[in-house]
């Protein structure tokens, strides 16, 4: 930890601080976790666990459970074909019977993702400590919370105490400053963050992003950046809570309200860095050196400009380095210094908690408007979560997308990984607003193009990575 | 939870840096509802294609399909939360991987399954696997007790673990048992913040 109480403090040190129930011999602490999500792939076994050892969940009413990995994204009123994912839901269903945990059937319009219907319901709040067991659980980290992704052990461990067993993080600080180029975008910024400072540049730390870059943004955007932390190797990511939070999180079915709503806000407002505040790490970018980036290998620091070339082997500092590189590119079947833009796709996903909320579907939405997509590419749209849907929907999105030829679906992780029937096969190629490109990630073979929305609906209408400046 | 006391091993050899938890545990695997089974699965898309084993990959080949021990190099166990990827090395038989550094869920998901992973430098990885490519005579001994890796050759390797990390694994203790222990800590910690922070709002759904 850094500092006393009296010296300047991080947005990180004072949740950290005011969580710490105990702290034990060798400095592992015991943190009080305010608000636990539960899904459907991770808990199945925790819930065994305690009802293995006669033990119950001590918190239901900070405790939210949701099935989202596995849903089908297509109609829900049939069954669901898949007998394992069946289970795998049916048993989550009968855990939250059981321990009495709040639930979000499939059939609700606030089922969905569950690092998006945490901040949507205004479940997530700013100051406080989120886990779940999923490692983009990051994503709530944009309203100013401590928040990060635990195994299945550590949900067993948090249904049964509401506390968990912590090492204090380090602090980074990555500072994004001046006005984001037209077409650029939160994901461009986040692609460029991890290209920069590679996929372990953040292990052991939980990184603050700041600067007038990161400020002007919405809490989408900032979303989408603290999602992805977990792609730099940080343990979360945090974005200091202000006016837009505050806007964001008012009037939400579960935030404060009232007077309530102004006593948090009061808190809330001493939450910030301190000036003066020590970082152990500081990285800087430059908005207007980042122009709209896709990723070209197998791990998300893999990226280059959209007006770039594949990178050459040849080039790489060692031979391991070039063994791997070459790897990538033949798993990839691209070769070195071919350009960007002149590779192909056959599938575009527009989705996931990295950009499945309502402005990645308008951004979507911007560009497809009165095209086409491209003969022989499947283009589809999975809203973060039935309140997404809705909205689009109301906002007249999906006439939109469905005129253009994508496809309209019902909420869901889908094909972010491929765990329900939404999956690339062997050699496919795919654009995607996810968050990992890693061999088989959207399906056994399948090849993964991390991207902006704007930049997946540009793919998806000229059927190869696109400069979406060209288009807008 | 099986306690860690010593391990002798086959250890097999893994030369790649940022090997993650889709290789490890690809996730059209991680519809299990239990813990135990996902070792035929294991390192899938390396050690299978179209179903059939790759012969030149080290699990499928003598005397590494019984290894104990995994040796890799750079932030192994990088990507998603999913302890099925420990589980599935547990499934397998490894019960010890080593590697210049690890991702920080996946190290801490190891601990709480029995499985130490030894962070050494570069160089003396690159060592131990030279030593594991001796074939069957080439089994290491982990000893926890006294913090060593112990070389085909005797020679003894010391690797750093925090204390109380070591002590459950030692022990084989279960972190909730413990926790349980300071139950009076945290009801009063939630008595203190329900009055200082009564703002908070609790979730119930009808
Ligand atoms: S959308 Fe993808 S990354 Fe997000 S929780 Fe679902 S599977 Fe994980």
Known sequence: MSGQATAPRTLFDKIWQSHVVERLEDGTAILYIDRHLVHEVTSPQAFEGLRMSGRQVRRPDATIAVADHNVPTSDRNKPIEEPESRLQIETL??????????????????????????PEQGISLPGMTIVCGDSHTSTHGALGALAFGIGTSEV??????????QKPARNMLVRVEGALAPGVTAKDVMLAIIGTIGTAGGTGHVIEYAGSAIRSLDMAGRMT?????????????????????FAYVEGRPFAPKGEAFAQAVEYWRTLPSDSGAHYDRVVELRAGDISPLVTW??????????????????????????????????????????????????????????NGRIEDMRAAAHVASGRRVAPGVRAMVVPGSGIVKQQAEAEGLDRIFRDAGFE?????????????????????RCASTSNRNFEGRQGPGGRTHLLSPAMAAAAAVTGRLTDVRELV | MQPFTTLTAVAAPLPEANIDTDKIIPSRFLKTIKRSGLGANLFDPLRYQDGVERPDFVLNREPYRHAGILIAH????????????????????????????????????????????????REICDQLMQDATQGANSRLTIDLQRQVVVRPDGQEIGFEVDALRRHRLLEGLDDIGQTLQ????????????????????AIAVS
């Not at chain 1, 269903?93 to 998006?116: C, D, K, M, T």
């Not at chain 1, 950046?225 to 939070?245: F, H, K, Q, W, Y």
């Not at chain 1, 309209?408 to 496919?428: H, Y």
Request: hydrophobic share 40%; net charge negative.
């Open chain 1, 93 to 118: 269903e009968r855990n939250v019977a059981e321990f009495g945990v709040p639930y979000f059937p499939l059939l609700s319009a606030r089922q969905g993702i569950v690092h998006i219907v945490g």
């Open chain 1, 297 to 354: 290998g197998t791990s998300p620091e893999d990226v280059v400009a959209i007006t770039g070339v594949v990178p050459d082997p040849a080039s790489a500092p060692d031979e391991a380095r070039r063994a791997q590189l070459q790897r990538m590119l033949d798993y990839m079947g691209l070769s070195a210094g071919q350009r960007m833009t002149d590779v192909a796709v056959d599938t575009v996903f527009i989705g996931s908690c990295t």
């Open chain 2, 182 to 201: 300071h139950g009076d800590a945290i009801d009063g910690y939630e008595r203190e913040r329900s009055a200082s922070q009564s703002w908070m709002p």
């Open chain 1, 156 to 165: 067993e461990h948090v249904l049964a105490t509401q506390t968990l067993l």
């Open chain 2, 74 to 121: 750079e932030n192994f166990g990088c990507g998603s939360s999913r302890e099925h990827a420990p589980w599935a090395l547990l499934d397998f038989g490894i019960r010890c991987v080593i590697a210049p550094s690890f991702a920080d869920i996946f190290h801490s998901n190891c601990f709480k399954n029995g499985i130490l992973p030894i962070r050494l430098p």
């Open chain 1, 408 to 428: 309209w679906r019902e909420a869901g992780c889908s094909m972010c990984l491929g765990m329900n029937p939404d999956k690339l096969t062997p050699g496919q």
């Open chain 1, 225 to 245: 950046i603290c999602n992805m932390s977990i792609e730099a190797g940080a343990r979360a990511g945090l974005v200091a809570p202000d006016e837009t939070t």
